[in-house]
């Protein structure tokens, strides 16, 4: 059985949506908010850290935490109010591998929209139209957040809970495969 920590950081709800998602689908979890994460995650298999976006990465409180983050599998999850696909959550995946501590393994990833604070929200519709996150250009994108994290948001994270324990499984497989040819390799040069 795998242990998950499931970790999050959340201000609309959106986050936590999909954090309490991966934590329901996972066998064995614990889920802390961020504040409340242990430093310690040795008993856990799997680590997953789920994050909103601030200037194209995660959130402060998250930031801070990765840094101590050790010796961990890690999955990361995160919510904005943008396409999963854009440029702007892709490369927020990767601000937030680097800030991982030493020797973590990252095993996947997942991002889906997220409504958009409410308080922000108002602040980019007074924005200019130089503005690349205001003004009218963005009112479709905003729309659509609006309406996530959804029911298939959801059912794609649980299905990142499976797919993620399933190259556990793989990964493990591997690493006994490679265990075997090593173990015959050096029975062989003993044998010469």
């Known amino acids: 059985m795998t242990k998950w920590a499931v970790i999050y950081s959340s201000v609309t709800g959106n986050t936590r949506q999909i954090a309490e998602a991966i934590a329901q689908k996972a066998d ?12 310690d995650l040795s008993a856990y ?9 601030r200037l194209g990465q995660p959130d402060p409180l998250t930031l801070k935490y990765l840094a101590g983050v050790e010796n961990a599998k890690v999955v990361f ?3 904005h109010g ?5 440029e702007h959550a892709i490369t927020s995946f990767a601000r937030a ?8 393994e990252i095993l996947g990833t997942f991002g889906c929209r997220g409504k958009i604070n ?5 602040k980019r519709k007074q924005a200019g139209p130089d503005d690349p996150h205001g003004g009218p250009q963005s009112e479709e994108r905003w729309r659509l957040a609006a309406t996530h994290p959804d029911a298939q ?3 794609a994270a649980q299905d990142l809970v499976e797919r993620m324990e399933h190259k556990l499984v793989l ?5 006994a495969k490679q265990a075997a040819k090593l173990a015959a390799l050096q029975q062989q040069r003993k044998q010469e």
Request: glycine letters at 8%.
């Open 82 to 86: 943008t396409a999963p696909t854009s």
């Open 153 to 155: 948001d959801i059912a």
């Open 171 to 175: 990964k493990a497989r591997f690493a």
């Open 97 to 104: 591998g680097y800030h991982l501590g030493a020797g973590c």
């Open 77 to 79: 999850f995160q919510t």
């Open 118 to 122: 409410p308080a922000m929200l108002e």
């Open 28 to 39: 064995d979890a614990d889920i802390f908010r961020v504040q409340d994460a242990p430093q």
């Open 45 to 53: 298999d799997v680590v997953a850290i789920g994050y909103w976006l």
